[in-house]
């Protein structure tokens, strides 16, 4: 049930795009993206909701493919402050009112300068 | 204060002891949750709180028992720890349960 994230750790050089995938098993409701960074609290990043719905902010992006279970994470132009560990966080059909939000393992970038 | 804050920042209990952590947001916010983070695993949902009702229990033991008194605040009583309940707990708060969470710094547990 938990969703698998790829790839487990990337290292970039500033200004280089990284992608960040989150698969899963389940019909899905909603897609959440948080950031944690070593020692601090997760980050709120983004949420898609709808199916093929896509997001972002500043270099920061995020699609959502309703039909193949999985959301994208899209940084581009990377910037040292990146660095950290990405978590994807998914909520199964039926949960939706519930909060239930199940956590993928995690992608740790490092962004050199 | 604002945001989302958690006290003890860091406790360590026996097996034995009995303690409780304890969560406030100061967002306005309708829903609570607890999560437990261990080393290399991913962030565990324990429970959430909506309306300071229950309305999720992640097949948590019963060791660890949470008490949402008002919306603002939440607790977990803990009593009887083992030593793998070692971890970060982390508590968030969301507008409605099911939107964006917002963290606080969590408490690093220890059991000895």
């Known amino acids: 049930q938990q969703p698998v994230q790829s790839p487990q750790a990337v290292i970039l050089r500033e200004g280089e795009d990284a992608v960040i995938n989150c698969s899963s098993s389940?019909?899905?409701?909603?897609v959440h993206w948080y950031r944690q960074k070593h020692g601090e609290a997760p980050v709120f990043l983004m949420i898609?909701?709808?199916?093929?719905e896509q997001k972002g902010h500043d270099k920061i992006s995020a699609s959502f493919n309703e039909k193949k279970q999985q959301s994208s994470l899209y940084l581009t132009a990377s910037q040292l402050s990146y660095s950290g560990t990405y978590f994807c966080?998914?909520?199964?059909?039926?949960?939706?009112?519930?909060?239930?939000?199940?956590f993928g393992q995690g992608t740790t970038l490092q962004v050199k300068p | 204060e604002t945001g989302v804050t958690q006290t003890p920042r860091h406790l360590v209990m026996g097996m034995t002891n009995k303690k409780s952590l304890k969560c406030e947001q100061h967002?306005?916010?309708?829903?609570m949750y607890w999560y437990k983070q261990s080393a290399k695993k991913p962030l565990e949902l324990m429970f959430v709180?909506?309306?300071?009702?229950?309305?999720e229990n992640n097949s948590v033991p019963s060791r660890f028992s949470p008490e949402c008194p008002n919306s603002s605040h939440l607790f977990l009583h803990l009593h009887t720890l083992q030593p793998e309940d070692s971890a970060l707990y982390l508590c968030?708060?969301?507008?409605?349960?099911?939107?964006?969470?917002?963290f606080g710094p969590g408490t690093r547990l220890t059991v000895t």
């Open positions: 709180y909506s309306l300071e009702e229950r309305v």
């Open positions: 968030a708060s969301s507008k409605e349960a099911g939107y964006e969470q917002y």
């Open positions: 966080g998914t909520v199964p059909f039926g949960s939706s009112n519930t909060g239930k939000l199940i």
């Open positions: 898609l909701l709808k199916g093929g």
């Open positions: 389940k019909a899905l409701y909603s």
């Open positions: 967002l306005g916010h309708n829903a």
